[in-house]
């Protein structure tokens, strides 16, 4: 099973547990049922706008031994309903990410 670190919405913390994100990680279901069932070994936020903690806390679960890092609904829009605002930096951070980590793990945009 690959191991897999979860970076969400500082601004949905609040009112979102992970729920969902734990469930179909588990499963391999929803925007896991490309690399099947993970091991979630972290469950971090962004830091808040536009995302300043998401370099470092991505690096330090590659380090931990996450394989793939994904990015929640809460920031894609990828709920079912489109229950989630897409997050207006996603355009730098997805640049950000493919460029220091795209090469070494694989980055999932949506959980469920
Ligand atoms: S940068 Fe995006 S994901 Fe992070 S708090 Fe702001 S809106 Fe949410």
Do not use: W
Request: net charge positive; charged share 20%.
């Amino acid at each position: 099973m690959k191991k897999a670190g979860i970076i969400r919405c500082l601004n949905t913390e609040a009112m979102c547990p992970g729920t969902s994100c734990f469930r179909v990680a588990k499963e391999g279901k929803a925007c896991f049922s490309e690399v099947g069932p993970v091991e979630v070994i972290g469950h971090v936020t962004c830091g808040g706008c536009p995302g300043k903690e998401i370099l470092p806390r991505a690096l330090k679960m590659v380090e931990k031994g996450a394989e793939i890092i994904a990015l929640s609904s809460c920031m894609v829009n990828k709920a079912p309903g489109g229950k989630y605002f897409s997050c207006p930096f996603l355009p730098q951070i997805k640049e950000m990410l493919e460029s220091a980590i795209g090469d070494k793990v694989t980055i999932i945009y949506g959980t469920h």
